[in-house]
C-alpha cells in the first residue's frame, strides 16, 4: 500500500525549475526559452546562451523538464565567441544591404579585440561610408529583430547561395557530411555561421568601425570587460604578416577550405605541402640574412603557446650556420629566482610566468660578460629543489650569437639599456589566414589548441580533457606577456600552413571524441570535432621531418638537433 501511495502516475507540473550553479533555482512555465528564466537573475555580464545539461545551448532553447543551466556570459570562451560571431552577421547584413555588389570579407583577429576586414569589388569604404555602415548597425539593433534559425535541406542550401554569387560557400558545402544545414536569416537574407548565435540584434551593443590600411577593423569587447571597447593600437607589423601569409594562399590558389579540400581531392597534396614548406624556408632564410646584416649578438625568439617556436629556433639555427654564423641556446628557464622569491599572482600562488620571476640582474650581467669575450658559468634551474644551482661554464668565440627563446622575449624590460640595441627581435606565431569562407573565420587560437592537443597526447600522455582544461590558463599568460608587445618585434615569422590542420585532423579526432560527456570540456571539445569535420584529411607521411607541424605531429629530425660550436 505504502508503495503504491509513494509511487503513481501523475499529469505533468505546468511548472518546472531550472538549477542554477550558485543553488538558486528558477520556476517557470513547462516549454518557456531558457533565456526567458535567466532574465529573472542579473549577473556580472550580459548572458548570451546557456550550458543545459551539459550541453551549449542558444537562449531560444526551450526548458521542458526541470535541469540545470549554467548561464554563459560575455565573459566566457564560448559566450565571447557567440557575441563575435552574432556581430559578424550583424555586420555582413547590413553591410549587403548598403553595398549589395561588393564582397565583405572577415579576415584575421586582432588582439585588442577586433577583426579586420576587406572588401573587394569596389574601391575601399571611405570614412562617410563606414560611418554609414556603422549607423545601420545601430538602427538594426535598436529595432530589436530577430535572428531566425532555420534547418533546410544541403542541396537547398547550395542553391541559395548559388543564387546569390557565394561561390566560396558553394565550395565549402560540397564537401559537408550532414544533409542539412542550419541557417540564420536577419530580413531577407540568410547565411550559415560555425556555431550558435544570440537571438536578436539588441544583444549587439558594443562595437565601433574604424578604416585600417585600406580596409577597416571592426571592434567588439574582450573577455575581461565584456561591455568595453578597448584602446585602438597600431599594429603595421601584424597586418603586413597576415598579408605576406594572404600572398602565400593566392600563390597557392587556396583561398578558403573549399579550395583547399579540391586540391587534396584533385591530387596536388605534394605540391601543396612543398611549396608550403618551400615558402617556411624562405622566410626562415631571409631572418638569418638580416640578423647576419644586422650583426646582432642576442636573437630573441617570442610567441604563444604551440606557435613552433622550438623548431623555428632550430630551422633558424642551421640558416645562420649556412651562413658561417655558430649561435649558442641559452635557456632563460635557468633563471628562475628560488621559489621562495618568486612573485605571487592574483590568487595567493607563485607566478611562475610573471617576469619578476626571472633573475633579471644576474641574466643582464651575464649576457655583458658572455658578449664581452669572458669565460662565464651560467645557472643551472633545479626545479626539483626550486632553486638555482652552478651551471656549465662558457666562453663564446666572436661573432657567435646568443638565442634566447621564451614568452618575454619581446618585453623590452628582459634586457638592461645598454643591451637592448644589439638584440634582434622575433615574433612566431601561427596567423592563419584560411578561412572556411569569407564570413567563418579559422581562429589562430584553435589552430594552435589543436596542435597542442596532439602533442601533448604524444609527448606528456594528457588527454584532450587535460589540455583544454589548461588551455585559458596558458591564454591568459599570452594575453598578459606576450601579445601586448608582438609590434616590438624587428621580424614577424608566420608558422601557420595551409594544410596543417587536414594533418593533425586524423590524430586529433579520436582524441577530442574521448572528452566525456557531462565534463566541463565536452562542450569544447564538440565545437572542435564540429570544425575539423570541414577538412579532409591527408595523410602524414607526406610531410617532411624538418616541417614546423612534424614538432607537433612527432617524427622531426630537428627534435634533438645539438649542433652547437661554443668552446
Not at 513547462?30 to 543545459?52: C, I, M, Q, W, Y
Not at 542541396?155 to 541559395?160: H, M, S
Not at 594533418?503 to 564538440?526: S, W
Request: hydrophobic content about 40%.
Amino acid at each position: 500500500m505504502n508503495a503504491i501511495t509513494k509511487f503513481r502516475l501523475v499529469n505533468p507540473r505546468p511548472e518546472v525549475e531550472v538549477h542554477l550553479p550558485d543553488g538558486r533555482v528558477l520556476s517557470g512555465p513547462r516549454g518557456a526559452v531558457v533565456g526567458e528564466f535567466l532574465k529573472a537573475v542579473e549577473f556580472s555580464a550580459p548572458v548570451v546562451a546557456a550550458d543545459v545539461d551539459d550541453e551549449l545551448r542558444e537562449l531560444t532553447y526551450p526548458i521542458k523538464m526541470d535541469s540545470q543551466v549554467r548561464p554563459i556570459t560575455m565573459s566566457d570562451s564560448d559566450g565571447s565567441l557567440i557575441y563575435r560571431r552574432s556581430l559578424n552577421f550583424l555586420m555582413e547584413m547590413a553591410f549587403a544591404d548598403l553595398f549589395p555588389k561588393a564582397k565583405l570579407t572577415i579576415d584575421h583577429s586582432i588582439s585588442f579585440g577586433g577583426y579586420y576586414c576587406q572588401v573587394s569589388g569596389r574601391k575601399p569604404l571611405s570614412d562617410g561610408e563606414l560611418a554609414k555602415l556603422k549607423l545601420h548597425m545601430q538602427e538594426l539593433i535598436e529595432a530589436n529583430l530577430p535572428f531566425e534559425k532555420k534547418e533546410i535541406p544541403l542541396q537547398e542550401a547550395i542553391d541559395y547561395f548559388k543564387s546569390i554569387g557565394y561561390e566560396d560557400k558553394v565550395r565549402l558545402l560540397n564537401y559537408r557530411r550532414k544533409n542539412y544545414l542550419t541557417l540564420y536569416r536577419l530580413g531577407e537574407r540568410m547565411d550559415y555561421h560555425h556555431g550558435y548565435m544570440v537571438p536578436s540584434t539588441s544583444y549587439l551593443k558594443w562595437f565601433d568601425l574604424f578604416a585600417t590600411n585600406g580596409g577597416f577593423t571592426l571592434r567588439f569587447p574582450r573577455r575581461h570587460a565584456p561591455t568595453e571597447l578597448e584602446p585602438v593600437k597600431s599594429y603595421p607589423k601584424l597586418l603586413n604578416a597576415f598579408r605576406q601569409y594572404g600572398d602565400w594562399l593566392e600563390h597557392l590558389g587556396i583561398g578558403n577550405v573549399g579550395a583547399l579540400n579540391d586540391a587534396i581531392q584533385a591530387g596536388r597534396v605534394h605540391e601543396l605541402v612543398l611549396v608550403s614548406e618551400a615558402l617556411h624556408e624562405q622566410n626562415v632564410a631571409e631572418t638569418a640574412r638580416q640578423i647576419a646584416a644586422k650583426d646582432a649578438q642576442i636573437v630573441l625568439i617570442a610567441g604563444p603557446s604551440s606557435s613552433g617556436k622550438t623548431t623555428f629556433s632550430r630551422r633558424l639555427t642551421v640558416q645562420l650556420l649556412a651562413l658561417g654564423i655558430s649561435p649558442y641556446p641559452l635557456e632563460l628557464d635557468n633563471y628562475f629566482l628560488s621559489r621562495d622569491e618568486t612573485p605571487l599572482g592574483e590568487d595567493g600562488k607563485p607566478d611562475f610566468e610573471a617576469l619578476e620571476a626571472l633573475d633579471l640582474a644576474r641574466l643582464g650581467e651575464d649576457l655583458e660578460q658572455i658578449l664581452d669575450g669572458k669565460k662565464v658559468q651560467l645557472p643551472r634551474y633545479n626545479f626539483k629543489a626550486g632553486k638555482p644551482e652552478p651551471g656549465e661554464h662558457i666562453q663564446l668565440r666572436r661573432g657567435q650569437p646568443i638565442i634566447m627563446e621564451g614568452i618575454h622575449g619581446l618585453d623590452p624590460r628582459l634586457l638592461p639599456p645598454t643591451l637592448a640595441g644589439r638584440a634582434f627581435k622575433i615574433y612566431a606565431s601561427a596567423l592563419t589566414q584560411l578561412n572556411l569562407d569569407r564570413h567563418n573565420r579559422v581562429s589562430t587560437t584553435d589552430t594552435r589548441l589543436i596542435r597542442r592537443i596532439v602533442r601533448d597526447a604524444r609527448e606528456r600522455g594528457y588527454s584532450a580533457k587535460d589540455t583544454i582544461s589548461n588551455w585559458e590558463s596558458v591564454r591568459r599568460g599570452e594575453k598578459v606577456h606576450i601579445f601586448p608587445y608582438q609590434e616590438n618585434a624587428d621580424v614577424m615569422f608566420n608558422s601557420a600552413l595551409v594544410y596543417e590542420l587536414s594533418a593533425l585532423k586524423p590524430l586529433a579526432e579520436p582524441l577530442l571524441r574521448q572528452v566525456p560527456y557531462g565534463a566541463q570540456e565536452y562542450i569544447e571539445a564538440k565545437r572542435l570535432l564540429a570544425f575539423l569535420e570541414w577538412f579532409l584529411p591527408i595523410e602524414t607521411e607526406l610531410i617532411p621531418e624538418n616541417s614546423i607541424v612534424r614538432e607537433f605531429l612527432g617524427g622531426s629530425i630537428l627534435k634533438d638537433f645539438t649542433n652547437w660550436k661554443h668552446n
